[in-house]
């Protein structure tokens, strides 16, 4: 086969340091753009971006010859940079060590879109941590309850 074809769809939830509140509306509206244009330089595609003020949920394509790993140590390296440039006042914004991943297949993608739009609401009856862990639990991922939110 002469080229290489791929749809490599994953879900990212990552959260700001000790879950703090730093990303208001207007945080936001700056950021996930921000945010997209560092996917887009990293040769991947951002689909929906979406979160409330403690976490952020992205959508993306991602290519076959890069690590997810190495996306996120870019992400979270230049979008705090960016957060610190623009908003002086959050000099102690910071994103927390990990992040969770989630492979989507294609069939899933508008319940994804839908579950990455409803956060505000969503988390009116949810908070972080309990959804955080049940989607781990959702997606059969092991892991040990005491140290998901070190």
Same mark, same amino acid.
């Given at each position: 086969?002469? #080229?290489?074809?791929?749809?490599?769809?994953?879900?990212?939830? =990552?959260?700001? %340091?000790?879950?703090?509140? !730093?990303?208001?509306?207007? $945080?936001?509206?700056?950021?996930?753009?921000?945010?997209? #244009? +560092? &996917?887009? /330089?990293?040769?991947? $595609?951002?689909?929906? +971006?979406?979160? +409330?003020?403690?976490?952020?949920?992205?959508?993306?394509?991602?290519?076959?010859? /890069?690590? &997810?790993?190495?996306?996120? *140590?870019?992400? %979270?390296?230049?979008?705090?940079? !960016? &957060?610190?440039?623009?908003?002086?006042?959050?000099?102690? =914004?910071?994103?927390?060590?990990?992040?969770? $991943?989630?492979? $989507?297949? %294609?069939?899933?993608? #508008?319940? &994804?879109? /839908?579950? +990455?739009? #409803?956060? *505000?609401?969503?988390?009116?009856?949810?908070? =972080?941590?309990?959804?955080?862990?049940?989607?781990?639990?959702?997606?059969?991922?092991?892991?040990?309850?005491?140290?998901? =939110?070190?």
């Amino acid at each position: 086969m002469p #080229g290489t074809y791929s749809q490599i769809l994953l879900h990212l939830v =990552f959260s700001t %340091k000790r879950r703090e509140p !730093w990303i208001t509306q207007d $945080v936001a509206e700056r950021l996930y753009p921000y945010m997209g #244009g +560092i &996917v887009r /330089a990293e040769k991947g $595609v951002l689909y929906d +971006i979406g979160g +409330i003020e403690d976490h952020i949920h992205l959508y993306l394509r991602w290519r076959p010859d /890069a690590t &997810v790993s190495d996306l996120m *140590r870019t992400v %979270k390296a230049r979008s705090s940079k !960016w &957060v610190h440039d623009a908003f002086p006042s959050l000099g102690a =914004f910071a994103w927390q060590e990990g992040y969770s $991943v989630f492979t $989507v297949s %294609k069939s899933q993608e #508008g319940a &994804v879109k /839908a579950y +990455i739009a #409803g956060q *505000r609401e969503h988390h009116e009856r949810e908070d =972080f941590r309990s959804e955080l862990i049940r989607l781990l639990r959702l997606h059969g991922i092991e892991f040990d309850e005491r140290y998901v =939110f070190e």
